[in-house]
Nanobody, 125 residues
Framework: QPQLVESGGGLVQPGGSLRLACEAS????????VGWFRQAPGKEREGILC????????NYADSVWDRFTISTDNAKSTVYLQMNNLKPEDTGLYYC??????????????????WGQGTQVTVSS
C-alpha cells in the first residue's frame, strides 16, 4: 500500500527555520512529481512547491520562492521542504503529495493521487 508520511512540523518563532520531510513507503518517489501544499486556517489547500520528475523545482507561491527550497535524498524515498525566515502567515497544515510516473508538476490538488496526513507548522512569537 503506497503511503506518504510527513514529519518535522512544530512551533517556531518568526524568522526561524523548519525542515519538513515526506517519506514514501510501498513505492518510490523516483521519476514522480512531488508537491508540497499547505492549508491555512479557514482557507483552501494551496500548492507551494513541486519537485519535478527530473528533479527540478517548480514554484507556485510567490510568497515562498526565496525562503523555501525543495530537495530529495539519493534514494529518492524522501522529499524535503526547507523553510527559512518563517512568517506568521506561513502557519498551516503542510501536506506532501505525489503524482504518477513522469507526469508534470501541478498546483492542483486533484492531480495528485497520493497524499500524506499532514504536519502542522505554527509560526508565532
Amino acid at each position: 500500500q503506497p503511503q506518504l508520511v510527513e514529519s518535522g512540523g512544530g512551533l517556531v518563532q518568526p524568522g526561524g527555520s523548519l525542515r519538513l520531510a515526506c517519506e514514501a513507503s510501498g513505492f518510490t518517489l523516483d521519476k514522480r512529481p512531488v508537491g508540497w501544499f499547505r492549508q491555512a486556517p479557514g482557507k483552501e489547500r494551496e500548492g507551494i512547491l513541486c519537485l519535478t520528475s527530473s528533479g527540478t523545482r517548480k514554484n507556485y507561491a510567490d510568497s515562498v520562492w526565496d525562503r523555501f527550497t525543495i530537495s530529495t535524498d539519493n534514494a529518492k524515498s524522501t522529499v524535503y521542504l526547507q523553510m527559512n525566515n518563517l512568517k506568521p502567515e506561513d502557519t498551516g497544515l503542510y501536506y506532501c503529495a505525489a503524482r504518477v510516473y513522469r507526469t508534470p508538476c501541478s498546483a492542483s490538488t486533484d492531480a495528485y493521487p497520493y497524499w500524506g496526513q499532514g504536519t502542522q507548522v505554527t509560526v508565532s512569537s
